[in-house]
């Protein structure tokens, strides 16, 4: 089993930065694609950033691209999405999520083929 709790939200301005934290707690098994979405009322769940197995091959959505970075510390079984230059549109409840790997590409699309999710974040980013 995964359990996933995201933390590390808030206010920030434009311009601004946070680092958002997802306690993972997969137990021993840890082979899993994992990614951060995004999600603002009325609105369909984005894909943000997503990272395979091991910590290869970070993948991110046009809109953070060069902004955000995730990355992985597997000692302490957490993942992080570093934002930066936050922007309006950034505004949104962020979740953590997680798929166990498999030979398909880990990109952050797909919500139905993720499996595990956090109960999310909120993020917002005033003018």
């Known amino acids: 089993q995964v359990h996933l709790a995201e933390s590390g939200g808030g206010s920030v301005q434009t311009g601004g930065s946070l680092r958002l934290t997802c306690a993972l707690n997969?137990?021993?098994?840890?082979?899993?694609?994992l990614a951060w979405f995004r999600q603002t009322p009325g609105k369909q769940r984005e894909g943000v950033a997503s990272?395979?197995?091991?910590?290869?091959?970070?993948r991110y959505g046009d809109s953070v691209k060069g902004r955000f970075t995730i990355s992985e510390d597997t000692a302490k079984d957490t993942l992080y999405l570093q934002m930066t230059d936050l922007k309006p549109d950034d505004t949104a409840m962020y979740y953590c999520?997680?798929?166990?790997?498999?030979?398909?590409?880990?990109?952050?699309?797909?919500?139905?083929?993720?499996?595990?999710w956090g109960q999310g974040t909120q993020v917002t980013v005033s003018s």
């Open positions: 999520a997680a798929r166990p790997h498999t030979g398909d590409d880990c990109v952050p699309r797909g919500v139905a083929t993720f499996g595990f």
């Open positions: 997969r137990g021993n098994y840890r082979a899993h694609c």
């Open positions: 990272l395979d197995i091991w910590g290869r091959n970070p």
